[in-house]
Antibody
Framework: QVQLVQSGSELKKPGASVKVSCKASGYTFTSYAMNWVRQAPGQGLEWMGWINTNTGNPTYAQGFTGRFVFSLDTSVSTAYLQISSLKAEDTAVYYCARVYKDIVATINGNYYYYYMDVWGKGTTVTVSS | DIQMTQSPSSLSASVGDRVTITCRASQSISSYLNWYQQKPGKAPKLLIY???SLQSGVPSRFSGSGSGTDFTLTISSLQPEDFATYYCQQSYSTLLTFGQGTRLEIK
């Protein structure tokens, strides 16, 4: 079945780095982009950005540039999120989510709808001294 | 960025109630609106995409409507397993955004 399996919880000290993995199975990895979503304790969902699994080209949301890097290893169908210079406020659950592209054809042309149809279970990153 | 505002932020209801959650976009997003359900300690789950299309496997008591800037998620008859937090999310822009969430609690 289609699933995303994320790496386990991490406890890091401020200033350290962490790399979270998201391994896809049950589908062709390069056919769907991958989103990353952050959820701080007791807070809502925050979209971090996405990576094109065909080209490896990442797009980052405002507030997630500089210390955050999305990458891929297509040979093992895995997406990665690396966070450097960790701060206490990076403490959160990080989710990967597959981006499904739905194409609706009309007489006026094609419309493309994107949504996150498969999610990993999340990786908890705790930053504490 | 497109801002998404949900109302109410929290809601108390009883099993069997009809519940409506509203999501408003800061600009027109046509029907590029998705709804997710999240239970404590779990990953979000897609309920509705393209404003009104029910994701496969989602019970028919869930429905979505709206276009432009105003959208609603309706649960026709609340079940015990529906008590959760609900999020809207726009995909009109390549820079996606979520609403702040609506927490649905048992009355």
């Amino acid at each position: 079945q289609v699933q995303l399996v994320q790496s386990g919880s991490e406890l890091k000290k401020p200033g350290a780095s962490v790399k979270v993995s998201c391994k896809a199975s049950g589908y062709t990895f390069t056919s769907y982009a991958m989103n990353w979503v952050r959820q701080a304790p007791g807070q809502g969902l925050e979209w971090m950005g996405w990576i094109n699994t065909n080209t490896g080209n990442p797009t980052y949301a405002q507030g997630f540039t500089g210390r955050f890097v999305f990458s891929l290893d297509t040979s093992v169908s895995t997406a990665y999120l690396q966070i450097s210079s960790l701060k206490a406020e990076d403490t959160a659950v990080y989710y990967c989510a597959r981006v499904y592209k739905d194409i609706v054809a009309t007489i006026n042309g094609n419309y493309y709808y994107y949504y996150m149809d498969v999610w990993g279970k999340g990786t908890t990153v705790t930053v504490s001294s | 960025d497109i801002q998404m505002t949900q109302s109410p932020s929290s809601l108390s209801a009883s099993v069997g109630d009809r519940v409506t959650i509203t999501c408003r976009a800061s600009q027109s997003i046509s029907s590029y609106l998705n709804w997710y359900q999240q239970k404590p300690g779990k990953a979000p789950k897609l309920l509705i995409y393209a404003a009104s299309s029910l994701q496969s496997g989602v019970p028919s008591r869930f429905s979505g409507s709206g276009s432009g800037t105003d959208f609603t998620l309706t649960i026709s008859s609340l079940q015990p397993e529906d008590f959760a937090t609900y999020y809207c999310q726009q995909s009109y822009s390549t820079l996606l955004t979520f609403g702040q969430g609506t927490r649905l609690e048992i009355k």
